[in-house]
């Protein structure tokens, strides 16, 4: 009990907000990348199920739901998001070759150009050639992008031109070699620009004029495992760095030899892990993954600069693993991405006595009620220019009706003729068919089938049969001269 009230006088201490919290959801797996907006108003994340949802406070209810979600490279993850200074676009980085911009409301702007694979030399190449690892826009200039990449190089792009780089820098390494450059920063000025290299190095660079590739500040093995993040204080007097080695280290700037200090046990299994500091730099902040023995779930740990060391843990997720920290400074709001395997959501902690605006805003903001009496009447759809596989077939009923009326197009037969015929037709009177009736008129066809009786009119020709048999009789003239005819079965019945 002491050590949770301690806790809590610490948390109070430092004003950290954790007192309420919700969960921007949507996503299916790990939320691997996070930016939020300097108004605090718009959030964007992504993912390893390679989709950016974007949320917006404003325009949120209590439901949380995203308002669009975009894929911005099919079957590529997404590593990381930047909004450029001025928050009207933002920079995609996927496990592709090529970053994208988006505009405020999730358009597409533009995707750099890819380079040439075959071209050995790096600084020969229009863009990267393999797989993007972290990207950041500029903290002042709102259209110069840093990005880092797999192919062992980072390269500065002006927004503006997304057929050629402004600069490519390759790091220096003990060997020579491709080595993916695994993370990337600028400094709050944008002076400086810090890369992780695949070799555990830590490399700075100046931007002054005519700056190269060697770089001012090189740590060799600074890291045992890939670096994940690195982060400058506001002063740039501190480099802070994380990595999946399972540390944190705090870094004197003008004294790079050693690190001020190493936090351990910090286990990290996403290369996107990152490092955030509090709004006024008292305090840094980290996410843990979760390990498969271990009891504790994913973590956010915060530290005391000035002390340097930890003082408070909050506990997010018990089965998922921390990957992005934010702490919004006009929000005061803290933003952690988590997930796993098969989910993925966004966590805002926030105090409604320290915060402001933001996650507050849609809280208070419950959803409306269905009601039995509402009625939406689904909207018709115009769509002329679909093809024709998807076109909506138009209605044909008016049309149909009308070609009904029409005895030509509807083949309607004729009627019969009443009376005497005309318009060359015969009347029905006189007989139906035309040489029915010439054969009449000729005196070829005698009607005096109605009145005679059909038996006489039979026995007419018996005579004739009997004297001049055509077919049966002479068939049996020979072996049956006299006829013999069967008995009926009705006499042997009535026997």
Not at 55 to 74: I, T, V, W
Not at 191 to 213: H, L, Y
Not at 355 to 374: F, H, I, T, W
Request: proline content about 6%; charged content about 25%; aromatic content about 8%.
């Amino acid at each position: 009990m002491e050590d949770s009230d301690s806790d809590a006088e610490e948390e109070n201490k430092y004003r950290i907000p954790v007192s309420n919290e919700i969960v921007l959801k949507g996503h299916t797996k790990v939320v691997s990348a996070l930016a939020i907006d300097h108004t605090g108003s718009r959030v964007v994340t992504g993912s390893y199920d390679y989709s950016v949802r974007m949320y917006d406070f404003q325009g949120m209810n209590a439901k949380l739901h995203s308002f669009r979600q975009l894929e911005p490279s099919e079957g590529h993850q997404v590593r990381t998001i930047s909004w450029s200074p001025t928050a009207d676009r933002f920079l995609c980085v996927t496990g592709s070759a090529q970053a994208k911009i988006y505009d405020r409301d999730g358009l597409t702007l533009g995707e750099f150009v890819k380079g040439d694979m075959y071209i050995r030399d790096l600084k020969n190449t229009k863009g990267h050639i393999t797989g993007l690892t972290c990207g950041q826009w500029h903290p002042r200039k709102k259209d110069e992008i840093l990005t880092s990449s797999e192919d062992g190089s980072l390269r500065i792009w002006d927004v503006n031109d997304f057929k050629t780089q402004k600069q490519v820098i390759k790091p220096k390494l003990a060997r020579p070699g491709r080595v993916p450059v695994t993370t990337c920063a600028w400094d709050h000025e944008g002076q400086r620009i810090a890369g992780g290299i695949g070799d555990g190095s830590i490399q700075v660079w100046n931007i002054k004029p005519g700056w190269g590739s060697r770089p001012d500040i090189h740590v060799p093995g600074a890291h045992s495992d890939d670096i994940t993040g690195l982060k400058f204080s506001r002063d740039g007097r501190i480099l802070l760095s994380r990595s999946c080695d399972g540390t944190l280290k705090v870094w004197d700037l003008h004294q790079m030899k050693d690190p001020l200090k190493v936090f351990q046990d910090l286990p990290n299994n996403y290369a996107q892990t990152n490092i955030a500091f509090s709004p006024d730099e008292q305090l840094f902040l980290t996410g843990t993954s979760i390990e498969r023995e271990s009891t504790t779930g994913g973590l956010l740990c915060f530290f005391d600069r000035a002390k340097l060391e930890l003082v408070s843990k909050v506990g997010i997720s018990p089965t998922c693993s921390v990957v992005q920290c934010a702490w919004h400074p006009k929000l005061n709001q803290i933003f952690a991405t988590m997930g796993d395997k098969s989910q993925g959501g966004t966590h805002v902690l926030y105090d409604p006595t320290l915060s402001e605006r933001g996650a507050l805003v849609c809280v208070a903001r419950a959803p409306r009620k269905k009601s039995v009496d509402d009625f939406v009447a689904n909207p018709v759809i115009h769509n002329p220019h679909a093809l024709p596989l998807f076109r909506d077939q138009p209605s044909r009923k008016r049309e149909r009706e009308k070609t009904l009326k029409d005895p030509v197009k509807s083949h309607k037969p004729d009627l019969p003729m009443t009376g005497p015929g005309f318009g060359g037709r015969v009347g029905v009177s006189q007989g139906s068919l035309l040489t029915q009736y010439l054969m009449k008129q000729g005196g070829m066809i005698k009607e005096t089938w109605m009145d005679e009786d059909p038996r006489e009119a039979i026995l007419k020709y018996a005579d004739v049969a009997a004297k001049d048999p055509k077919y049966i009789a002479p068939a049996y003239a020979e072996t049956q001269p006299e006829t013999v005819f069967a008995k009926s079965d009705s006499e042997d019945e009535d026997k």
